[in-house]
């Protein structure tokens, strides 16, 4: 496939940056504005504002769904460490992920025993099957070790890296990496090549940058060096609105460049049910086409600690060849819970979805993660 050309990449960039800064600024003039007396006027259109009318709408249908709730409805961790032989191991994994980091730490200079080294470890089995494709199994993990002897808030990831391409809260159980061999419900060589990703990461490396930021140098899929930078910020708009936008771009000896953009409307009241869109776009040099978006609009609700339910309308397309498409669209159900115990995640996805490009008519998908939290 001929290679696409950079241009592309730096023009997404140039418009992802550009209408940061007008939310920027947007959010700046309406602080300015609030600290003046309101007129009849401005306060007037912003009753007739639609986007602040929409999640009024909402709230004013009838429902059958319980009340929002933050009661915990699994023991805490330290209550259930001894109980059985999972607990026990995943207590034995836990020590012995914090006392690797404490080892590599120690490689790097002397310790400080109020700011010991840490780590994370995320093992996930991705379980999905429709009448197209069949039943598919994708193991990952991912893990981060902090390294405060550096004090340059270094720290080492590895892992499944298309999992930090993903929005913090992502509503739905997605992966970059290709699919299965048609033969294999799991395939252990692709599995293997995707979960080999390790890299160094600087974050926040400039106080004089408005944004998070996260520089990451290391080898991914066993021989692809690679340098990436991603750049993420919040804003806090009117009316119990907030935005979220992040850029992540990448470059790669094999797969040369990678750039994608995610961004989240939220609006959520106190106590309350929260309306969201998701909306990621992604360019890059290894796929057939020039542009791939997604977009999720959907209402989620919380019935107890850590647990979500959400359900909303999915919408999926591409650019190639200046031909737009909408490509695939439907609903969706998402679940997302802890079973029996903190560190245990189960979520479940259900929808109803098409797909143009494959001459495929409407048709269920279902998919249920499986996670542990070490």
């Known amino acids: ?3 696409k050309k950079i241009t592309l990449s730096k023009s997404l960039l140039f418009i992802l940056v550009s209408g940061i800064m007008n939310v920027s600024n947007g959010s700046e003039t309406s602080e300015q504005v609030t600290d003046s007396p309101p007129s009849s006027l401005s306060t007037q259109d912003e009753d007739y504002n639609l986007l602040y009318q929409i999640p009024n709408w909402i709230d004013a249908l009838p429902t059958f769904l319980p009340q929002q709730s933050n009661e915990p409805i699994v023991p805490p961790i330290l209550q259930t460490a001894d109980q059985t032989w999972l607990d026990r191991n995943q207590l034995k994994v836990r020590n012995w992920a914090d006392n690797t980091s ?4 120690n490689w790097f200079g002397k310790t400080d025993p109020e700011k010991p080294a840490s780590a994370t470890l995320r093992v996930i089995v991705d379980n999905s099957w429709n009448k197209h494709d ?4 994708k193991p990952r993990i991912r893990g981060k070790i902090k390294l405060p002897t550096l004090k340059r808030k270094l720290s080492l990831v590895f ?18 990496n290709p699919g299965n061999s048609d033969d294999k419900t799991i395939d252990r060589q692709r599995t293997r090549e995707n979960n080999s990703s390790f890299a160094f990461r600087w974050s926040d490396f400039s106080k004089y940058i408005p944004f998070e930021t996260d520089l990451d140098l290391g080898v991914r899929s066993g021989d692809d060096v690679y340098l990436r930078l991603k750049a993420s910020k919040d804003w806090k708009l009117e009316n119990d609105f907030s935005f979220h936008a992040e850029q992540i771009y990448r470059y790669g000896i094999d797969s040369k460049n990678y750039l ?3 961004t989240e409307l ?3 009241r106190p106590n309350q049910a929260f ?49 737009l498409r909408l490509n695939s669209w439907g609903p969706f159900v998402s679940w997302r819970q802890p079973l029996w115990r903190e560190w245990f995640y189960v979520q479940g996805n259900l929808n109803y979805v098409n797909n143009h490009r494959d001459d495929r008519s409407h048709f269920i998908g279902a998919s249920v993660r499986l996670e ?3």
């Open 1 to 3: 496939m001929p290679k």
């Open 102 to 105: 404490h080892k590599i730490d």
């Open 134 to 137: 069949d039943y598919e199994i």
């Open 159 to 176: 892992g499944d890296d298309s999992l930090d391409n993903e929005l913090d809260n992502n509503i739905a159980i997605t992966d970059e």
């Open 260 to 262: 994608r953009t995610n």
């Open 266 to 268: 939220t609006h959520a």
């Open 275 to 323: 309306l969201s869109n998701q909306f990621s776009l992604t360019y890059a040099d290894d796929q057939d086409d020039d542009l791939i978006w997604d977009n999720n609009l959907f209402r989620q609700h919380q019935f107890f600690h850590e647990n979500t339910f959400s359900y909303g309308i999915y919408t999926g397309g591409f650019f190639n060849n200046n031909d």
């Open 372 to 374: 542990a939290l070490f």
